[in-house]
């Protein structure tokens, strides 16, 4: 998988591409065809595979600049010993509806092994981190980051296993993060 380009009409190519993905990304993974891609994002199909050589790295790739979108927006400020709940609760609860409303990303997720040396490995290692920094930066803390993280991995599961209502694991995430946030030590 190629980086992402540096040139303008390049990168505005790479971001057309991204930007038709997400509209995939909302079916099944299996309903993400390349070809398809290329065509609604009026780029040639040799310059897709270029970027994006098969469809769980296109979807990752949407995955991780959603992310990093969502940290480049997310709240800035936040004090030691201040973590504003409800600024929590918004970045957490954008990463769980990303994920429980793109099912191909969601399968891409869940699918990939990390495999060393591997383009796709790599991806995956930058969404985690992404994820993690977009979390750490308003939570102040990688430990609660971590576990709100995994939090919504369960919750996305439970929902798609029809185990927990979307308005039930809304609420368990919102109650996830007000303990996370009260019950830490001051600095």
Known sequence: MAPPPTLPRQRLRYTRILDVAAGFARKGLDSVVLSEVAAKADVPLGTLYRYFPSATQLMLALYRKQLTELHANSPAGVTEGDVPALALVGVVME?????????????????????????????????????????????????????????????????????????????????????????????
Do not use: W
Request: glycine letters at 4%.
């Open 95 to 187: 990463i769980f509806h990303m994920r429980l409303m793109q099912p191909a990303v969601e399968q891409c997720l869940n699918k990939a092994v990390y495999t060393k040396g591997t383009d796709t490995t790599k991806l995956l290692r930058e969404i985690d981190s992404a994820a993690e920094t977009a979390v750490t930066e308003v939570s102040g803390d990688a430990a609660t980051s971590r576990v709100l993280l995994l939090t919504v991995t369960g919750l996305v599961q439970s929902v798609r296993c029809r185990r927990l209502s979307l308005f039930e694991a809304e609420g368990d995430l919102k109650k996830a993060c007000f303990l996370l946030t009260s019950n830490r030590p001051a600095a």
